[in-house]
């Protein structure tokens, strides 16, 4: 527990610093909402670059703390002014609905080990920057922003599990903290509540409970490059008269959002934010039945562009390389750990199903509940987008039509998982524009006395909206499924060491509870794998099977109950288990183990 908060606070409070130091050096004088989102894309991008310059975490953690000290001197220097209470607020809100699944696991580790493996990937390329070793993801271009963090991280203490908990954590409180600069017209209750529900959107909780943290992230930077888009079309009211740096700089925030995205999905990340801000240049001309919005925007557009040009440059390369990444096949049916595609009416935010992979009706819900909640997430959708229209606002309904063009481009050329990830990561878009057009259409309570009957629509409305949304997000936090706490290279280095032959893994109780089970089987595939607890182990399970290596993984309460001969290849330790190797000689007929291919992307073993 204490090495995930303090991971949280750690790159939580880098980020703000750093972010809110960007928006002072560019001459904004008021404390923007977009800070953390802002920062945590630069120091994911200075982490990196340094670490894998210098070959060492430190380089990276060295890079954060002067950006931190010339952020806090620059805040000195020019103090912001703005609310904080609504900020604090909603980021106390954002973290305990972060840790409900932490809490009702009782534990703090590997989130959704059980739905899906593909942390174990992260944690042994985060460990690789650690330790100055190559590895796939490292050679084949993966963009390593967020592992170079977290393995900056490690070195102040909390291991590597639960820095990326941390980490994954604080994306999930700078989505919430995010929307707060187009929310000012509610009043507070209602500015919090909506934050909170951007936050925790349906599809951003569910791939927050995965631990899949680069879907969380690129949906905070397009979040917040749509916000930014919004306050820039109507900050002429209320902006502060200032230096013209800020009128010639204003755009740059936005710019190093797209640096973020560049180190955390490489350039796949670009499209949602290049597909929004040319969608927003057309509705802008076509508002204005001129071209002067464009004229006005030439200067600020500028500097962004050079900005994000000089700090993409070294990662060029690599983008290239990452441009045949397995990942962009789409052959095969690509459905990585769905059981099948998902519905687009998920990115609506209600989805009363702990599991965003069933079908409706699968769970405990009827399908007509599913149905109706759709049709209560499009009508609240389509009122905000009515409402922003009317007020002049094209940059949230432009981000949301360019989410929408990006999962139809999934749907054509890509595969189901590329889907699932376009409509996850422009859910918070979508609950942004439809929370706040329900809530500003509401009236208070206390006016509805004595109103007529078709006064109450909007607020029914608002209502089944709210109370939908919020559930279904709910719903899916608490079955969030935690792994183990602690994380060892020792099978993956292991797996290395093995052909194609079966392999038996003997696992300790205490980790199989924790889903281990799952992490372990996927961390050996390549092969037939087999796991069994200690407790389950018994002759006819191990002898009559002819295995060709054993993994044994805590200390044995007895021998095994083989028939054959085990040598002993490899040993190590970590997290209190011992881990060791056998190369093994069981006779016997093959065993009925799942072959779990090396190829596969993210399949659990169930």
């Not at 700089?249 to 936005?254: Q, T």
């Not at 464009?294 to 600020?300: G, N, S, W």
């Not at 069994?532 to 002898?543: I, Y």
Request: a negative charge; aromatic letters at 8%; charged letters at 15%.
């Amino acid at each position: 527990m204490l090495g995930t908060y303090v991971s949280l606070v750690l790159v939580l409070g880098a980020s703000f610093v750093v972010g809110q130091a960007i928006f002072c050096l560019c001459g904004r004088r008021r404390r923007s909402s977009l800070s953390p989102a802002v920062g945590l894309g630069v120091i994911c991008a200075a982490a990196w670059g340094a670490t894998h310059v210098a070959g060492s975490a430190w380089a990276g953690l060295g890079a954060v703390a002067v950006l931190v000290l010339v952020g806090a001197i620059a805040m000195r220097y020019e103090p912001a002014t703005g609310e904080i209470e609504g900020l604090v607020l909603a980021l106390f809100g954002a973290v305990a609905l972060g840790s409900i699944p932490f809490v009702l696991e009782l534990r703090f580790g590997i989130l959704g080990t059980s739905l899906n493996p593909d942390m174990s990937q992260h944690l042994f390329a985060a460990d690789q920057l650690l330790n100055g070793g190559e590895e796939r993801l490292v050679a084949e271009g993966y963009p390593l922003g967020p592992h170079a963090l977290a393995a900056s991280v490690t070195k102040l203490g909390p291991s590597l599990v639960h820095a990326f908990g941390g980490l994954t954590m604080a994306a999930a409180v700078a989505a919430t903290i995010a929307p707060l600069g187009v929310l000012g017209s509610l009043p507070k209750p209602r500015r919090i509540g909506a934050a909170l529900l951007v936050g925790a959107a349906y599809l951003a909780a569910s791939y927050y409970i995965q631990g899949a943290f680069k879907e969380t992230m690129q949906a905070l930077f397009v979040l917040a490059f749509a916000v930014g888009l919004a306050e820039l079309g109507r900050e002429g009211a209320t902006e502060a008269p200032r230096l013209g740096r800020w009128e010639r700089l204003k755009a740059v925030p936005l710019g190093l959002l797209s640096v973020g995205s560049l180190y955390v999905y490489s350039f796949p990340g670009l499209t949602w934010i290049v597909g929004a801000l040319g969608i927003w240049a057309i509705a802008e001309v076509v508002r204005a039945r001129a071209l002067y919005p464009l004229r006005d925007a030439f200067v600020p557009a500028l500097a962004a562009v050079v900005v994000v040009l000089v700090l993409a440059a070294p990662e060029i390369p690599r983008m290239v390389e990452f441009g045949h990444f397995e990942t962009f096949n789409p052959d095969g049916a690509g459905l990585g750990n769905l059981f099948n595609p998902i519905s687009p009416i998920e990115a609506l935010g209600i989805w009363p199903s702990g599991d965003f992979r069933l079908d409706p009706g699968a769970g405990f819900a009827p399908a007509a509940l599913f149905y109706l909640g759709g049709l209560i997430g499009a009508l609240a959708l389509g009122l905000g987008l009515v409402r922003s229209l009317r007020a002049g606002e094209t940059a949230l309904a432009s981000a949301v039509v360019a989410g929408a063009v990006l999962f139809v481009y999934a749907l054509i050329a890509g595969t189901p998982y590329q889907e699932a990830k376009a409509l996850a990561i422009v859910a918070p878009v979508v609950m942004l524009v439809a929370v706040r057009g329900c809530l500003e259409a509401t009236p208070p309570v206390h006016s509805l006395r004595d109103a007529p009957g078709r006064a109450f629509a909007v607020p029914a409305l608002t209502l089944a909206f709210i109370v939908g949304a919020a559930g279904s997000s709910v719903l899916t936090l608490v079955n969030g499924p935690v792994g183990p706490s602690s994380w060892t290279p020792a099978l993956l280095g292991f797996s290395a060491q093995l052909d194609d032959e079966s392999v038996l893994a003997v696992v300790d109780d205490e980790l199989v509870s924790e889903n281990g089970k799952d992490l372990v089987t996927w961390e050996l595939r390549g092969r037939e794998v087999c796991v069994l607890a200690q407790s389950e182990v018994a002759p006819e399970t191990v002898s009559d099977r002819a295995f060709g290596a054993v993994v044994v993984i805590g200390e044995l309460d007895e021998p095994l109950p083989i028939v054959g001969r085990l040598e002993e290849q490899d040993r190590a330790e970590s997290g209190g288990l011992e881990y060791v190797l056998y190369g093994a000689n069981l006779s016997g007929g093959d065993p009925e183990c799942p072959f779990v291919a090396d190829g596969d992307a993210a399949e659990p073993a169930s």
